[in-house]
Structures are given as C-alpha cells and as structure tokens.
C-alpha cells in the first residue's frame, strides 16, 4: 500500500493528538510530541475508546476512559487495566504533513463525512 498522506503537522499541536478518519480502516490517531509524530490506532484497546481524547505525558498516551497508558512508540500497554497493545505505525513527515504505511491497520466502519 505504501505511504498514506494523514493530516498536516500544523493540524496537530506540540502535546495533542488528533483522529484521522479513513474509509475502511479503524481510526488513525496523530500525535506530536515535541516535534516528532507518532501514529497509531485512535481505539484503546482496553475501553474503546479515542486515545486523541486522552492526554500525553511524554511518549505516553493515557486513555481518558480508565487511564490505561500506551507507549506511542512501541504500542505496549504500559498499566493496568489495559494489558492488549495498540497498534502503532511507520510515520514520516513530508511536504509540510504526515505520512504513514497504515497497510496493516484494522478493517472498520467507512469514514463519516
């Protein structure tokens, strides 16, 4: 499949994430940490729910559901109680946006518009 324009860096603050939507695949979350981004399945996988809609302390996202906390660079649930990782993916920034091989993401709803 290759490389997969997401969403422009200015779309994303330094210490936010944001949901990126696409038909067929479960969403793709974009998060920026000090400059550098990350992307990885917006769905906990502990509660189901956005991980955008949480907050980061550094490489950490923290669920806003029942805090679990996810490594951004491994996809490793860091505590209890989630113990399922996330799926995370090879990002790059390019022409001002970031790209990502989403090719192994989960199938899931068609986007909304």
């Avoid at 969403?27 to 000090?34: D, L, M, R």
Wanted: charged share 20%.
């Amino acid at each position: 499949m290759g490389m997969t324009r997401l969403i422009d860096t200015a779309a994303v603050p330094d210490g936010e994430g944001r949901a990126v939507a696409l038909d067929g695949i479960e969403p793709i979350a974009v998060f920026n940490v000090g400059g550098t981004f990350f992307v990885t399945q917006d769905t906990c996988s502990h509660a189901k729910a956005s991980l955008t809609e949480g907050w980061l302390e550094g490489h950490e996202v923290c669920c806003p559901v029942h805090d679990g906390r996810f490594d951004l660079c491994s996809g490793k649930a860091l505590c209890f109680p989630a113990t399922d990782p996330i799926q995370t993916f090879t990002a790059q920034v390019q022409d001002g946006a970031v790209w990502a091989d989403i090719s192994t993401a989960r199938p899931g709803r068609p986007a909304k518009d």
